[in-house]
Structure formats: C-alpha cells, structure tokens
C-alpha cells in the first residue's frame, strides 16, 4: 500500500497563475483533508471531506477550492496565486463515517507539497 | 477562539532521561487529544490518541496524560535515543486543530 501521495513535490508559481495539488489513498478511508504548514503556526485546516461528493471549509480557506470526485482522491486548486501562499502543504485521511460532523481517528498524512510563489 | 499553546523552544535532552512536553489549550473542551511526530521534510505520524475519560495512556516507551480541568496534556518519552530527535504535534477536536510542535534533540 502506498498510503497517501502527493503530486507534485515541489512548485514554483508566479502571482496570478493557477495549479492544482493532487492527493491520492489507498486505504478506501472516507475523510481527506488539506492542510498548510507555516514555520511558527502549526498545520491548519484548509478544507476537508467527509466523503466522495462532499466538501466543507476549514479554518483558513480564502484563495483555495477543493473537489473529491473519487473517493480516493482529493483535489486542491489555487485559482489565483498569491506570494501569501508560499507554504508546505499536507493531505491526510482517516476513517470516519460517511457524512459524519467529524472523525476521531488518526490521521494518515502524505509527504507534503513544497510551494513557492513568487 | 480557540488556542493551543505548545513550548516553541526546543528541548534538549540527553540519551536515557526522559523527555516530558507540554501541550496547554484554552477556549474548547475536546473530547479527545492525538499526538504526532513530524521529522523534517515529512509528514506528521501519528502516535498515540487519548479521550477525556481517559487519565493516561502507554504505548511502548510513551506516556500521555489529558487533565480536562487544567486543560494540558502531557507527554512523555521515557529512556529516550537519539532517533526520538524530532518535532512532535499535538491536535485536539474532530477536525484536529494542531500546536505548533515542540523539537526535541536527543544527545548520546
């Protein structure tokens, strides 16, 4: 099992240009999250899903979107990039019931996604 | 709002003592607390999830407490080796709201 990947590894955009990040599980888990890291400030929230076709916002989430078209995968997109925006960024899944408020089990997290926008 | 408040300084400790850290919160009342270690460059991993009816748990050389009163966790490393030497998170509540992680660097 690969667990959870991220693609790509690293980026470098320019303010105003578009990407998205691409998370993938394989362990059929329900709940995907999308976090950033910031060096002082801890992993926050960006969005999250509680299942395949749902979506909600987390704590930081102006200047993202997010889609979980499949189960297995959930999408980060940066419509317009912003130097604000420089982070690493974390996908994580972990079971949960479908549609729940939340889940209380561990999160498996991928690699990260090292983004620099300049 | 809410607020997690871990020791940003680095804790340097030698191989063998015991390594404790703190993880203080105000404004919430989680039902559950987890714990992760983060080494550079990678994900955090998961270590160790206590509930608020719990008062401790063990796993293998780690120690966790969760007083809901003083509204602290703390965790412990105990007979500690230099490869325990990296960043660990604490996160609180269903959607895990994460400290900022307290180092620690194990000296042999």
């Known amino acids: 099992n690969a667990g959870v990947t991220q693609t790509p590894k690293f980026r470098v955009l320019k303010t105003g240009q578009s990407m998205t990040l691409l998370c993938a599980q394989d362990?059929?888990?329900?709940?995907m999250y999308w976090y950033r890291q910031d060096p002082g400030m801890g992993l926050r929230l960006i969005h999250y899903s509680v299942g395949e076709g749902t979506t909600a916002k987390g704590e930081v989430p102006d200047g993202y979107n997010v889609s979980r078209l499949k189960k297995q995968n959930f999408l980060l997109g940066l419509e317009s990039a912003a130097p604000s925006q420089t982070s690493v960024y974390f996908c994580a899944s972990s079971w949960g019931l479908a549609g729940a408020v939340s889940s209380s089990y561990e999160q498996y997290f991928g690699p990260g996604t090292r983004l620099t926008v300049t | 709002s809410q607020k997690i408040e871990q020791n940003s300084e680095a804790l340097n400790i030698q191989e063998g003592k015991t390594a404790t850290l703190t993880c203080n919160y105000t404004n919430y009342s989680p039902a559950y607390l987890q714990w992760y270690r983060q080494d550079p460059g990678r994900g955090p991993v998961f270590l160790l999830l206590?509930?608020?009816?719990?008062k401790e748990k063990r796993k293998e050389r780690l120690k966790v407490t969760f007083d809901t009163t003083l509204k602290q966790s703390l965790f412990h490393i105990t007979a500690s080796q230099p490869a325990d030497s990296a960043t660990y998170l604490c996160a609180l509540g269903g959607k895990l709201q994460f400290g900022a992680g307290t180092q620690v660097v194990v000296t042999p």
């Open positions: 362990m059929n888990h329900e709940y």
């Open positions: 206590i509930r608020e009816n719990e």
